[in-house]
Each structure stands twice: as C-alpha cells, then as structure tokens.
C-alpha cells in the first residue's frame, strides 16, 4: 500500500453509455456470463489497441511494455480483497461462455483461497467493479507493478442531450482510471477510454 501511494498518478473519469450492453448481458446472463466479464473482455480488447496502458514500471526508472494482457478482477472476501488474474484476456476470451467459465472459476478460487502467489501477481491491468453494489463512482488504487486500474460505477438513468440539444434518458455508467504517470500521460489514457467506450457502447465485438 505504501508503494502504491508514493507512485505519480493521476485520474480520468468518463461516461459511458450502457444501454445497449445492458441489452446484452441480459442474453447472456444465463450463461454465467456476469457483467464483470464483459468489461473485462472489452478492457482486454482496448488494451490490444493501447499497449502503453498495459505496460509496467517495476523499478521506479524504466517501463517495459508487457507481451501479454493479464486482467486482474478485484474479488471481495471475507477480511479484505483479493485479486485473480485473467491471464492473456485478449486471446483467451474466443466466446462469451468461455469468459464466464474462467471469470467464475477464479472467482471461485479466491472465495477458497487455493490461488497461487504466481497467479496473483501475474496481472498487468486491474479492473474493479462496485456497480453491483450501487456505488456510482469511486477512485482505485494502482497496484504496484501496473500501468493502470480501472474503477467502474453503476448503470444509472441519466438525462443525456444529442447533438441537436433535444435531452433523452440513457443508461450510464462512470469509469475512473487511475494511471501511472511515469508510463502513461492524458492523452495516452484519453485515447484508451474513448476505444473502451466505443466497444461498451457497440458490444457485437465481445461476442466474437
């Protein structure tokens, strides 16, 4: 916690628009798709398109820029949290079952604590979500190691105004981004977010 503390970091928040993933996961749910996974893989799909975002800083002097995506979940238990990493997200996630399988088994994993030292250092980029918990916004702490993490809120209606001024009632959800400022600079994790939510907001890809 020190270590994450004393690193130069700086926060973007941005809206997103969730409607039509909502739409989606309530096809999906029944697969034991859960909501989490989904960003995860829509994460895992930015991340290929921003690799700085996805690169480390482990010696405080230099950056390395990380061949694999690895998306650590951030998993509440008992006492604290804990955090199983999706290992290659990118790759690995081919379908929406498959993503549901290995999110729920490592989910399962940290409820028993049978994880392995390897597996839970292994993440490249974090992901938290206290949407299901109706928390609206909230700021993360960056892991040591990483380049960035993700907070996400909840799906809230929202008055939101078109191009012409006329205002309708969208679903939408804040995501804060907590960044490394010795790898990442604004317009880096500008670029990242705006690539992240375009993949939220038109979620065919994260079926393929």
Known sequence: MIESLSMPTFRVGYPIMTDALDALYAKVKSKGVTMTALLAKAAAMALAQHPVVNASCKDGKSFTY?????????????????????????????????????EGACGESAVKMV?????????????????????????????????AIMAVGASKPTPVADKDGY??????????????????????????????????????????
């Open 66 to 102: 990380n061949s694999s995506i690895n998306i650590a979940v951030a998993v509440a238990i008992n006492g604290g949290l804990i955090t199983p990493v999706l290992q290659d997200a990118d790759k690995v996630f081919g379908s929406l079952s498959a993503i549901g399988k290995m």
């Open 115 to 147: 994880l392995t030292f390897a597996v839970l250092i292994a993440g490249t980029f974090t992901l938290s979500n206290l949407g299901m918990f109706g928390v609206d916004r909230f700021d993360a702490i960056l892991p040591p190691g990483q380049g």
């Open 167 to 208: 205002f309708s009632v969208k679903s939408q959800m804040l995501v804060n981004v907590t960044a490394d400022h010795r790898i990442v600079y604004g317009a880096d994790l500008a670029a990242f977010l705006k690539t992240f939510a375009k993949i939220v907001q038109e979620p065919d890809s994260l079926t393929m």
